[in-house]
Nanobody, 123 residues
Framework: QLQASGGGLVQTGGSLRLSCAAS????????MGWFRQAPGKEREFVGT????????TYADSVKGRFTISRDNARNAVFLQMNSLKPEDTAIYYC??????????????????WGQGTLVTVSS
């Protein structure tokens, strides 16, 4: 019910835009989050956007470089990633959380997950 896309290989300093298409639930009732998981590491929070798209939160590691947006008419959420670094290499997941707690950073609390899309940043 969440389908992420847009990953790929990019050089340090480059940009990528990830997309996540939702279906099967009332998208506008959900906070949407992005998480990532690097090899051998736990899944970590990247950012969230509230249900109407007016408020966002970011991990310190991506603040100022990544931007989350959403289009409720298209049931989609996006992650614009600029100034990419090798440490951004990971599988990126979109996730949906019912309600309005946009400060929720624990993956286990999220209701829906996409399958992930791989981002590789070469040095």
């Amino acid at each position: 019910q969440l389908q992420a896309s847009g990953g790929g290989l990019v050089q340090t300093g480059g940009s990528l835009r990830l997309s996540c298409a939702a279906s099967g639930f009332i998208f506008s009732h959900y906070v949407m989050g992005w998480f990532r998981q690097a090899p051998g590491k736990e899944r970590e929070f990247v950012g969230t956007i509230n249900s109407n798209g007016f408020r966002k939160t970011y991990a310190d590691s991506v603040k100022g470089r990544f931007t989350i947006s959403r289009d409720n008419a298209r049931n989609a959420v996006f992650l614009q990633m600029n100034s990419l670094k090798p440490e951004d290499t990971a599988i990126y997941y979109c996730a949906g959380l019912y309600g309005n707690n946009m400060y929720q950073r624990a993956p286990r609390e999220y209701n829906y997950w996409g399958q992930g899309t791989l981002v590789t940043v070469s040095s």
